[in-house]
């Protein structure tokens, strides 16, 4: 009878031994995640400032058909694109006979708004706030009907040239100009 513990006692240490173990393979640059980065589209409100340049500087809304709209430059494309990408767009048009050696930055003041329908107590259209996910996103709404499916939603969400949509998790992070529906459980 003693045998069986310390057999059942050297495989423990064993199995304890190999859970213990680290990989000495140092972490490749493809292993970390690389963030997203935020890209323009309809809705999202802009601060762009013109450097020496006040008449110029503003806060401009990113419209309908995805542009903006600038004294001197006129309409420039903003969908798609990063703040960075927008602003080197906008300082070559000042720079082709507008304005010498023109510098702009330009932030997002306000996200792009994000839908939600089904089986919340307010569906509609709401500001996007950083760090949403689908949880808080119903929170926002005025919280789940009773009988909602609070594990999982349908989410959409634009991707280059098309619309995605699939099932989260109610933990899964909200992107501005998301559409989520909370669907309906059934008893």
């Known amino acids: 009878m003693s045998r069986f513990p310390a057999?059942?006692?050297?495989?423990?240490?064993?199995?304890?031994?190999?859970?213990?173990?680290t990989s000495r393979e140092p972490m490749t640059v493809e292993a970390v995640?690389?963030?997203?980065?935020?890209?323009?589209d309809s809705g999202d409100r802009l601060r762009i400032i013109v450097f020496?340049?006040?008449?110029?500087?503003?806060?401009?809304?990113?419209?309908?058909?995805?542009?903006?709209?600038?004294p001197l430059v006129g309409?420039?494309?903003a969908r798609g694109l990063t703040t960075q990408q927008l602003?080197?767009?906008?300082?070559?048009?000042l720079a082709a006979g507008y304005v010498r050696e023109p510098s702009v930055s330009v932030d997002v003041e306000a996200y792009r708004p994000f839908f939600i329908l089904g089986e919340v107590r307010n569906p509609g259209q709401y500001p996007f706030v950083a760090g949403m996910t689908v949880q808080t996103a119903a929170a926002i709404a005025g919280g789940f009907t009773p009988r909602a499916v609070e594990s999982e939603a349908l989410v959409t969400r634009q991707a280059p040239g098309k619309a995605v949509t699939g099932p989260l998790p109610a933990t899964y992070p909200i992107k501005p100009g998301d559409t989520i529906v909370i669907k309906e459980r059934w008893f």
């Open 7 to 21: 057999i059942a006692l050297a495989l423990l240490c064993a199995s304890l031994g190999a859970c213990t173990q």
């Open 87 to 93: 602003a080197k767009a906008i300082e070559r048009k």
């Open 75 to 77: 309409t420039i494309p």
């Open 33 to 40: 995640p690389r963030p997203q980065v935020y890209t323009l």
């Open 52 to 70: 020496g340049q006040d008449s110029l500087s503003n806060i401009y809304t990113v419209d309908a058909s995805g542009k903006i709209a600038m």
